[in-house]
């Protein structure tokens, strides 16, 4: 099964936010483990490394980083997907860029805290926990 991680799920296992670690783990570690292959955007990775480093330090940020690339297939952000996303009926333009990328990757799932910023679609929205409790448990 392929999954595209949201930002904040990511986001969550590399800086440890509770309580969501634990789901987001679950799933990393299945990603981890060849269970699923685990997918983000590549614009996540600057949002990851500004967040990483604004809320910790540079370091943390690099460290982030190399995990990200160690752990995800890297969705390219190109002239085709930002043409998609401008096209999807979401308000939230970045939202809209994960979303057709995850369309353009053939995903069968987004896996997201913020389901409300995913419109109409026909990958599937999940948070953390229901897609724990839906295909890891």
Known sequence: ??????????LDVLLNREPWVKSASIIWHAIDEKHITGYIAACALADIAYI????????????ALDLCLQTFEICPVDRRIVEE??????????DNVQLACAIFAGVTAIVTRDSAGFTTTTVSILSPDEFVGTYLL
Request: aromatic fraction near 4%; charge should be positive.
């Open 52 to 63: 990483a480093q604004r809320l910790k330090d540079r370091a943390t940020a690099r460290v």
């Open 1 to 10: 099964m392929d999954v595209l991680l949201d930002t904040n799920v990511v």
């Open 85 to 94: 996303a401008m096209r999807l009926p979401g308000k939230d333009f970045e």
